[in-house]
């Protein structure tokens, strides 16, 4: 099992009725920056609290480093867990809660404690507040402090459960760069939980993409945007839309689909995640691929909603279809057509590079809204 970080075997969580995690198999590679993503209570923090050891699987087995971890307790396993809360202790420094993250493992003399503090504060970038109470602290350099204590003594794999969402967005944006050079630098496996799309996008080298306890897709961030596998990936990253249809036929380059209007159109460039010809599908197309005006033959829609973005200007319609589209205009310079709420507009798609997924009632658009508790 050498270079995986981690690999779950048929894992899954079960808390009486609630199956808080569906049985999966996931491998994290050695130095990946990993994240799971999903909505509130889909599993993603009860998956990352049974690879920290708080948590038993109900099911399956899990090695870190390739050793068998089920029934070691959490102190002992090769990870450590950085919480929201960040979870410092208010009475000591921030030198001496730093330290406390070595006092778990093999004992090592003060010298050697005093310079792996200071190497831990030094890469975290808070060496001169090492003195300071966690209460004179901002949110962001108590975060940093969280971190420095959780990487303090080298463990194999950094867990990091929503390690930004107490931040106010600027600084928020700023430790997400903060990680990424941590990560970097350390060399080490971060597997970080998130229910932010972008932060999951802009940080991870792979995501999983979690939804009602079941995982939906493993990809890298330009996979699981740009090739959606599921109804619900496709509108949970990047707001696409969902135009229903019939596949017609496809080959390994293209497909041909039949809209709610009778229209065929054709597809380039597309997947069809396994859709069968005549059956239902959904085409998911991104905001991107679709044009406004008011002098085209693109779909009869009128617009029922308009939000002005600055950069952009957002419009929800309603395409005779029976869909509601969403899409951006950019503002360039000069820039003056405004579409008025209740007015009739004609949308343009660029049918190129849309993926295909299956129409089942699982998956069915706006389906993933409606869907019940698990069980
Ligand atoms: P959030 O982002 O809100 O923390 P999450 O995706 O991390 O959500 P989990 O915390 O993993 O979700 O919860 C998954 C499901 O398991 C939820 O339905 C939750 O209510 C349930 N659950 C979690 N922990 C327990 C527990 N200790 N006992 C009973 N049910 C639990």
Not at 133 to 154: D, F, K, M, T
Not at 156 to 175: C, G, H, K, N, Y
Request: net charge neutral.
């Amino acid at each position: 099992m050498s270079g995986k970080a981690i690999q779950a075997i048929e894992i899954s969580k079960r808390y009486g009725s609630t199956q808080a995690v569906r049985t999966l198999n996931l491998d994290v590679e050695e130095s990946e920056f990993f994240s799971l993503l999903g909505p509130s209570g889909c599993g993603k923090t009860t998956l990352l609290r049974m690879i920290a050891g708080f948590e038993t699987p109900s099911t399956g087995q899990l090695f870190v480093g390739g050793k068998n971890v089920l029934g070691v307790p959490p102190h002992k396993r090769p990870v450590n867990m950085v919480f929201q809360s960040y979870a410092l202790f208010p009475h000591l420094s921030v030198a001496e809660n730093v330290a406390f993250g070595l006092k778990s493992g093999p004992k090592i003399a003060q010298a050697e404690m005093t310079a792996r503090v200071g190497e831990a504060l030094n890469l975290v970038r808070l060496a001169h507040l090492s003195e300071r109470l966690p209460a004179q602290l901002s949110g962001g350099q108590q975060q940093r402090v969280a971190l420095a204590r959780a990487i303090v003594n080298r463990p194999m794999v950094l867990l990091l459960d929503e390690p930004l969402s107490a931040l106010d967005p600027q600084i928020r944006e700023e430790m997400q760069s903060e990680l990424a050079r941590l990560q970097r630098e350390l060399n080490m496996t971060f597997v970080m939980v998130t229910h932010d799309q972008g932060e999951a996008l802009a940080l991870s080298s792979r995501i999983a993409v979690f939804y009602n306890g079941n995982l939906e897709q493993i990809g890298t961030p330009k996979e699981v945007y740009e090739r959606p596998s599921t109804a619900f990936v496709a509108r949970f990253i990047g707001n696409t839309n969902l135009i229903e249809g019939t596949l017609v036929s496809s080959d390994s380059s293209s497909a041909r689909v039949k809209l709610n209007n009778h229209k065929e159109v054709t597809i380039d460039n597309s997947t069809v995640n396994g859709a069968a010809s005549g059956s239902k599908v959904l085409i998911s197309v991104k905001p991107q691929a679709l044009t406004i005006s008011n002098q085209s033959d693109g779909l009869e829609s009128k617009v029922i909603h308009r939000s002005y973005l600055g950069a952009s200007t957002e419009y929800l319609v309603r395409s005779k279809l029976g869909t509601e589209l969403d899409l951006r205009v950019a503002h360039v310079t000069g820039h003056s057509d405004a579409y008025d709420v209740g007015q009739d507009v004609f949308i343009d798609v660029d049918w190129k590079n849309c993926t295909i997924l299956k129409n089942t009632e699982e998956t069915g658009a706006g389906a993933f809204e409606s869907r019940g508790e698990p069980s």
